[in-house]
């Protein structure tokens, strides 16, 4: 049987991304049966009806196609001002038109948010999962994963090497296969 | 004494957008002693800390100029997905940043929606206000503004001739311009 | 094989309560496997911790076994001030509590609102959503259910006979029913 | 010239409560021109539009008439469920109501959100701050106020006693009370 494939956006486009660290540990710890992999967003045009009347971009067609081939998605996130980067709304308004062909509807989906402060992005948090709903990204509600402090979970070379940090995100992950399973 | 200079962000690029269409009308009613302009964001890059370090793209810069001339803000925006687009929240990202030099802090602001269906982009609204809080936009309680139905109020030409519309926004700017005389 | 249970939680207290109606409505069209009923809330006193220190008020403890035996919950809310009603948000504290007995927990459940204007009462359905996800219901996704101008919908009798809106409901529940079935 | 009146609610009815020994700490600490006090809002029955026509309950014209008699309120909560608590949204739900009788209009707010985790009350904050929009309390956007680790801040006694907290109760009362004058 093939491998579930599970898509993962990362709000930042930063280098040294956090986020997208985040990103690689869970790529590089994948359990059997799941393939994960990152789907770029950088490259997408705003969004704009426009756009989709007669030959959209192929940034667009390209996207829409490469979400359309997953089993299962997954959003790590940073905050910017309190609500989420526009890069990533971007990718999710883009891949849900034109009307009638969301590629998202009724995939299983899961939030990841961080911060470099305390409260872990609970803004861009919820704010996403707003947009889940509407979209029909059958979104797990717990656990609930706020990274807080993120900074301190790498090593120089960019790797995350906090073992409480890996704990949660394997715990986080074992629930999230179960409720692709379920779904 | 010198027009205050209110900025308009509009959150949608496509040509015939009805909320540029809402724009148009406001900035061709603006009231004495008040003037009123679009200020355009669909060509800004996205967001990206690493675009800060050195120098920053122009048209970073001369965004960030122009948001700080102005004495007052006001969004008129769709909603995508229950949220709001994603080259609105860009803008907002890009005149915030970078750390310290938040072009918005401390003007008084204002929001409205807009939406084809019944419910006036309420999603976007009050996400967007959650942003505002964060960058330090005072934002006008009320009157809200979610206009439902936008489609209706505008002639083949696109102005905009609905008269109850005409009313409402009249009412709307009136108080939008008392909140800015108060702050 | 016995019915499923589902109850249902209603936002308002007031006698003539449209949601209550609405209540009504999908009680008296429950299909077969399911048992729909309404649970009542009123009569909690406000959640406070210290009650929960040695005996807990009666109220608390039917109402939490009430919760228990159930399979599936159902929201029905008006909106208050952009947000739930204080009785609704109480009955949700008081059956999450105390800690590490929470009786919603892994339940599937859905949320209608509704508004005498054009809105729906998106405010609340959303806020009640936030919600929703700490208490780890698994909350539906689509279709949403946003039902503006509701007080057309009945008869002198309080009965709920607009067929757009019976059509809307019925199509609702049999999504809740294959949500229910799924989770 | 009389002292400003300023109102504070307190989001939880724990005798112990954090967030009543947060607010002990302003009352005591009110500066020149200031009169801060605690208003009760657990005895308010539940708001329920009925109750309304004809006699109202005392509870609900005394708090009416306590709101309506002062120059500013300050929302002290804690998160419940990523929400406010019940007992506080009642208490804005009453003196909002009956149509047209709104006791909050126009009136200067802050929010302050505290939990003994390290997320602060975010959600609880910013879903106050989406009904203090539409009752038309001119929230202050900065600073915001999310107090995590609560329960560090208090000596045995239950006095606010640690110095950083202190420190940012003191320059948050500061710019509420700036924020006060403007308005």
């Not at 969004?47 to 971009?57: C, F, H, K, Q, V």
């Not at 959003?75 to 709304?89: D, G, M």
């Not at 911060?115 to 709903?133: D, E, M, P, T, Y």
């Not at 990274?147 to 790797?159: E, L, P, Y």
Request: hydrophobic share 40%; charged share 20%.
């Amino acid at each position: 049987m093939a491998n579930k494939q599970v898509g993962i956006f990362v709000g930042s486009l930063r280098k040294e991304s956090f986020n997208r660290k985040i990103a690689n540990y869970l790529v590089s710890s994948s359990p059997e049966g799941f393939e994960m992999k990152i789907l770029e967003i950088g490259q997408l045009p705003f969004y704009n009806e426009d756009l989709d009347n007669g030959n959209p971009p192929k940034e667009f067609v390209d996207f829409r196609d490469a979400v359309k081939g997953l089993d299962a998605v997954l959003f790590i996130t940073p905050e910017y001002n309190r609500s989420i980067p526009a890069v990533l709304k971007n990718a999710i308004d883009v891949a849900s038109r034109p009307y009638g062909k969301n590629m998202w509807d009724g995939k299983p989906g899961a939030v990841i948010s961080s911060s470099i402060g305390a409260i872990g992005g609970f803004g861009a948090n919820h704010i996403l999962r707003q947009s889940l709903v509407f979209i029909n990204v059958l979104a797990m509600a717990q656990p609930e994963a706020y990274i807080g402090n993120v900074a301190k979970n790498f090593d120089d070379s960019g790797k995350l090497t906090n073992e409480d940090c890996q704990k949660f995100l394997d715990a986080f992950m074992k629930a999230f296969h179960n409720w692709i399973e379920k779904i």
